[in-house]
Each structure stands twice: as structure tokens, then as C-alpha cells.
T-cell receptor
Framework: NAGVMQNPRHLVRRRGQEARLRCSPM?????VYWYRQLPEEGLKFMVY????????ESGMPKERFSAEFPKEGPSILRIQQVVRGDSAAYFC???????????FGQGTRLTVV | AQSVAQPEDQVNVAEGNPLTVKCTYS??????LFWYVQYPNRGLQFLLK??????LVKGSYGFEAEFNKSQTSFHLKKPSALVSDSALYFC????????????FGKGTRLSVIA
């Protein structure tokens, strides 16, 4: 059973471009969470999705950021018109919900130049 | 709203000594509590969780944590630290009502010195 797979591992974008981060949850997991981690900072919750539905997006910036988790395929975190402040590590986690633990991917390190 | 506080940014301990990494939480209702560890340039690895039952929870790599409801704490402990335990440790909480995400503390960097 493969773990949570994120790709790409590293992504470099110029200011103003779009960044698309992909996350394939563990097999059997229908709950996906996205987090952002800045250097020397903790994990900041962004969005929680459950197959085709956004459950909680309270941590997501209102502009330029969007997330989806379609019926088929990976979850996508999309950042439009990236700025230098978007440079961070973005982690995806998945679970079966309820009181179960979430399993994390290796992260995508986004660098905006 | 749920929240987690890890009051220490850094904990230093000598190899072979016991270690404690502190965590307090705030949540409506009964909490689900978790500890994760992160090594450099890696994702988070699950260590242990408290859902219900015994207040002392045992997890991976010899770690354990004690749930204290009156003090709203869930401190991580290990009787004898190893140099390889040096990493970033995160405490997390989720409320037990509805679909709520895991909320993490800022993390505590543990350094075990030989």
C-alpha cells in the first residue's frame, strides 16, 4: 500500500505564473488535508476536502488559492499568479476520517523566483 | 476554535536522559490528540495518538504521551533519549464532533547531545 504521494517534490515558478501541486492519498482514504510550512514555522492548516467536497477552507487565502479533490484522480492545490511570499513547503495528508490519524506525503517545496 | 500550544521552541537533552516535550490544547468537547515527528526535508511521521481509554499512550520508537484532562495537556515523553531522536516534534488536536481538521502546534525542536 503506497503512502501519500505528492508531486512534484520541488517546483520553481516565476512571479505571476501558476503552481499546481498534486496529492494522491493512500488507498482507501477519502479525506485530504493541505498544510503550508514556512521555514522555522509550524504547519498551517489550509483546506480539508472529502471526495468532491470542500469541508473546511478556513485556512486558505481568499484570492489566488484553490483546491479540489475530484471523484477520480489526485487532489490539486492550485496557486495562481504566485508571489515570493508563496514560497514554502506544502504538505498533503490523508485519512479515513473520524478519530484516525492522518498520513503525510513528503511535501512539495515551492520556490518563487 | 481548537488550538495547540507547544511552549518550548527548543529542548536540549543529553543522550540517555529522559525527555519531555510539552503540549497543551484547547478544543470543544473531548479531544483527539496526536504527536508527529519531522526529520529534515521530510514529511511528518505519526508517533502516537490518544482517543479514549488509558491516559498513558505508548507509540513508536519508545515514545509515550500522557493525557491530562484537568491540565489540558498531552506531553510527549521518552525514558532514555537517543541522538537519532533529534528532530522537530509536532502536537496536534482534533475535536470529536463532525469533520474537523487536525490543528498543529508550532513544533518543538529536540536536540539530543551525545
Amino acid at each position: 500500500n503506497a503512502g501519500v504521494m505528492q508531486n512534484p517534490r520541488h517546483l520553481v515558478r516565476r512571479r505571476g505564473q501558476e503552481a499546481r501541486l498534486r496529492c494522491s492519498p493512500m488507498k482507501g482514504h477519502s479525506h485530504v488535508y493541505w498544510y503550508r510550512q514556512l521555514p522555522e514555522e509550524g504547519l498551517k492548516f489550509m483546506v480539508y476536502l472529502q471526495k468532491e467536497n470542500i469541508i473546511d477552507e478556513s485556512g486558505m487565502p481568499k484570492e489566488r488559492f484553490s483546491a479540489e479533490f475530484p471523484k477520480e484522480g489526485p487532489s490539486i492545490l492550485r496557486i495562481q499568479q504566485v508571489v515570493r511570499g508563496d514560497s514554502a513547503a506544502y504538505f498533503c495528508a490523508s485519512s479515513t476520517g473520524g478519530n484516525t490519524e492522518a498520513f503525510f506525503g513528503q511535501g512539495t517545496r515551492l520556490t518563487v523566483v | 476554535a481548537q488550538s495547540v500550544a507547544q511552549p518550548e521552541d527548543q529542548v536540549n537533552v543529553a543522550e540517555g536522559n529522559p525527555l519531555t516535550v510539552k503540549c497543551t490544547y484547547s478544543v470543544s468537547g473531548n479531544p483527539y490528540l496526536f504527536w508527529y515527528v519531522q526529520y529534515p526535508n521530510r514529511g511528518l511521521q505519526f508517533l502516537l495518538k490518544y482517543i479514549t481509554g488509558d491516559n498513558l499512550v505508548k507509540g513508536s520508537y519508545g515514545f509515550e504521551a500522557e493525557f491530562n484532562k484537568s491540565q489540558t495537556s498531552f506531553h510527549l515523553k521518552k525514558p532514555s533519549a537517543l541522538v537519532s531522536d533529534s528532530a522537530l516534534y509536532f502536537c496536534a488536536v482534533r475535536g470529536n464532533s463532525g469533520n474537523t481538521p487536525l490543528v498543529f502546534g508550532k513544533g518543538t525542536r529536540l536536540s539530543v547531545i551525545a
